[in-house]
């Protein structure tokens, strides 16, 4: 029962930004593991960025160094800002909560369009 609002989609030139944002509520204390994956056309989702509760941090090669995550744990929130956006990396971004229990949650996703 942990709902995941995501906000910060949209469309943007190469080389633009865009700040991604998701919000983990419901009756949890805390949680394990939040995360961005996404999934472009004829491809699998895949992890793009993660960070535990303890501030560990992992990137997809693709993105490091460009992308950066970010996470209060007070809120539950975390966040996912995109520099120098590429057109590779069109698609539709997912928030991902792994609370301390066996329970996974997924946000409902938002599109990322990058355009030359």
């Known amino acids: 029962q942990v709902q995941l609002v995501e906000s910060g989609g949209g469309s943007v030139q190469v080389g633009g930004s865009l700040r991604l944002s998701c919000a983990a509520s419901?009756?949890?204390?805390?949680?394990?593991?939040m995360g961005w994956y996404r999934q472009a056309p004829g491809k699998q989702r895949e992890l793009v960025a993660g960070?535990?509760?303890?501030?560990?941090?992992t990137y997809a090669v693709s993105v490091k160094g460009r992308f950066t995550i970010s996470r209060d744990n007070a809120k539950n929130t975390v966040y996912l800002q995109m520099n120098s956006l590429k057109p590779e990396d069109t698609a539709v971004y997912y928030c991902?909560?792994?609370?301390?229990?066996?329970?996974?949650?997924w946000g409902q996703g938002t599109q990322v369009t990058v355009s030359s």
């Open positions: 419901g009756s949890i204390f805390s949680i394990n593991f």
């Open positions: 960070i535990t509760s303890g501030g560990t941090t």
């Open positions: 991902r909560a792994i609370p301390s229990g066996v329970d996974d949650y």
